[in-house]
């Protein structure tokens, strides 16, 4: 089965401008993350869907970023305006079910550099 | 909060040889345990999970990793290191209530001819 795809792979912006990623998730699958993983750290959750409904958006800063999953199948999530701490790969996520016991299965992330 | 301390950032081996990665944690429930691993490039891959069931757990490619509650340790270790698996590998705690991976801060394994 194809796996979680994201676009595009690597994206360098300069601050103050605007960026948006795309994912498209394993056919099926009800939940979708979006983690934010920056050099030399774990992978942190930023948003969570369940179908097309955020489940969990406590660590997303609001103020310049958002995330949309319209029909519950590919999702986006944009930064707007960029700063240079938001340099860092954006990871999606998918599972067939919501709950840290179901496997999730990750794209190979967007690699976004803000200069 | 649940959380987990990989204790090393870095691991070399030689092929041939055992494997150990660390891993602690903190939970003030009964914790789920997942090691990850990340090759360059590629995405996350799941390598084994523990779910409160046997204490010892065996994952793909040779990795398995043991649950000790008296210690909170949930330590990676493979017999024999290929040098396919350098790569970054990840300890991740999930309350079950929480239902929200948490993930360490990684332990990157070199293996070397």
Request: with cysteine; proline share 6%.
């Amino acid at each position: 089965e194809a796996g979680v795809a994201q676009s595009p792979r690597y994206k360098i912006i300069e601050k103050r401008q605007s960026v948006a990623f795309w994912c498209n998730p394993i056919s099926g699958h009800a939940t979708l993350y979006w983690y934010q993983q920056i050099l030399g750290q774990g992978p942190k959750l930023l948003i969570q869907f369940q179908n097309n409904g955020v489940v969990d958006d406590s660590q997303l800063p609001k103020d310049r970023f958002s995330a949309e999953r319209l029909k519950g199948v590919d999702s986006t999530l944009k930064i707007q305006p960029a700063k240079l701490e938001d340099s860092a790969v954006y990871l999606c996520a998918s599972s067939p079910l919501a709950g840290g016991l179901h496997e999730q299965y990750f794209g190979p992330g967007t690699r976004l550099t803000v200069t | 909060a649940q959380s987990v301390t990989q204790l090393d950032s870095h691991v070399s081996v030689s092929e041939g040889t055992p494997v150990l990665l660390r891993c602690n944690y903190s939970s003030s429930y009964s914790p789920s345990l997942f090691w990850y691993v990340q090759h360059p490039n590629k995405g996350l891959q799941l390598l084994l999970k523990y779910t409160s069931a046997a204490t010892l757990v065996k994952g793909i490619n040779g990795f398995e990793a043991e649950f000790k509650k008296s210690e909170t340790s949930f330590h990676l270790t493979k017999p024999s290191a290929h040098m396919s698996d350098a790569a970054e590998y990840f300890c991740v705690v999930s309350d079950p209530g929480f239902q929200k991976l948490v993930f360490g801060t990684g332990t990157r394994l070199l293996v070397s001819p």
